[in-house]
């Protein structure tokens, strides 16, 4: 099956459901050489996408990745010795501190992701308006029901 609907086949929930697991296959493969190129753990990739939407206070980091506040600090310190991120302190709090990419981090992994971004500006190209809608509604939904399944596995836990 391919993800362009070059047939004028009719596509079922089914076809949807497994081109997003093919999405998240292909997204996998290419963080996990994303990671390889910086010698970082996967973990330590999803801190630094996070850093790459915003720099972030340690707890804010702690949070959204699941761990505890030693194994953050443990990680800032790999990834500050990589030269990967830096801490500065907080202007609005003293004692605390704010990640940030480092320009290494965007010069090092940033070609990789680059190319994605461009070749997905190129697919989306010849997309109608209408498409284009339908498309990021469809990966909005996508999204939120992958988010819904990790917490209803965090509270199945719990």
Not at 10 to 36: F, G, H, M, N
Not at 39 to 47: F, G, I
Not at 127 to 135: K, P, R
Not at 146 to 151: I, K, V
Request: charged fraction near 25%; glycine fraction near 4%.
């Amino acid at each position: 099956m391919t993800a362009s609907n070059t047939d004028g086949a009719d596509r079922s929930v089914e076809d949807l459901v497994q081109v997003c697991r093919r999405l998240y296959d292909a997204i996998d493969r290419l963080d996990t050489q994303a990671a390889a190129l910086v010698n970082v753990s996967r973990n330590d990739l999803r801190c630094l996408n996070l850093l790459a939407e915003a720099p972030s206070k340690p707890s804010h980091i702690a949070k959204e990745l699941g761990l505890t506040s030693g194994s953050v600090t443990s990680l800032l310190d790999r990834l500050e010795r990589a030269n990967l991120i830096r801490r500065d302190r907080d202007p609005d709090d003293r004692r605390g501190v704010v990640v940030h990419p480092t320009e290494h981090l965007f010069a090092t992994v940033g070609p990789l992701y680059q190319s994605t971004v461009l070749k997905l500006q190129e697919r989306a190209a010849g997309y109608s308006q209408t498409e284009l809608n339908e498309a990021v509604r469809y990966l909005g939904d996508a999204a939120t029901a992958y988010e819904e399944s990790r917490t209803w596995v965090t509270d199945t836990n719990s």
